[in-house]
């Protein structure tokens, strides 16, 4: 079945709102992470010296935002084209990143559970199933281009 307006507009609807809170959204999202799965602290540059996970680091920021703001551009993409398409270079660059810093696939697992828990806390009481069911296909078919590419590069 194909990606509907009723689901782009979900996904749109609550990055909206969790946009004007992305500080504290950010450090929910890695939060989730290392509680589902410790030892991707060690992935990451900005937490693997640390105790404690940062407050306002821009390198955690960065990648919590691109993770959502992406996922957000693959629901209007799903929408609109039935596929997600990421520019050739985006596309490796993405590969090549999370290839060089470990990336397996069972850890695209682990961020979609973090990002669709930080969605929950973002949006409140808006929080449905159907919210949850939209930004996990589109997450699931970003992560895939990834995927597709690292293997490629592998
Ligand atoms: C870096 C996006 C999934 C781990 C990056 C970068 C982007 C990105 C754009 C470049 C640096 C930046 O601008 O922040 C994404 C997207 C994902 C995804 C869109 C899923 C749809 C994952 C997963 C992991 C991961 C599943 C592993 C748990 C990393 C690490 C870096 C990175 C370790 C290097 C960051 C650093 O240490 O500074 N990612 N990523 N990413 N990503 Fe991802």
Excluded at 1 to 15: A, H, I, N, P, T
Excluded at 43 to 51: A, G, R, Y
Excluded at 75 to 80: P, V, Y
């Amino acid at each position: 079945m194909g990606f509907s307006e009723k689901q782009e507009e979900l996904v749109k609807e609550s990055w909206e709102i969790m946009k004007e809170d992305i500080p504290a959204l950010s450090l929910h999202f890695f939060t989730q992470i290392l509680e589902i799965a410790p030892a991707a602290k060690g992935l990451f540059s900005f937490l693997k010296d640390t105790d404690e996970i940062p407050q306002n680091n821009p390198k955690l920021k960065s990648h919590a935002v691109k993770v959502f703001k992406m996922t957000c551009e693959a629901a209007i993409q799903l929408r609109e084209k039935g596929e997600v398409v990421v520019s050739g270079s985006t596309l490796k660059y993405l590969g090549s990143v999370h290839l060089q810093k470990g990336v397996v696939g069972p850890h695209f697992e682990v961020v979609k559970e973090g990002l669709l828990r930080t969605v929950e806390k973002g949006v409140g009481d808006k929080w449905c199933e159907d919210m949850k069911g939209a930004w996990s296909e589109a997450y699931d078919q970003l992560a895939a281009a990834i995927q597709a590419e690292m293997n490629k590069e592998a």
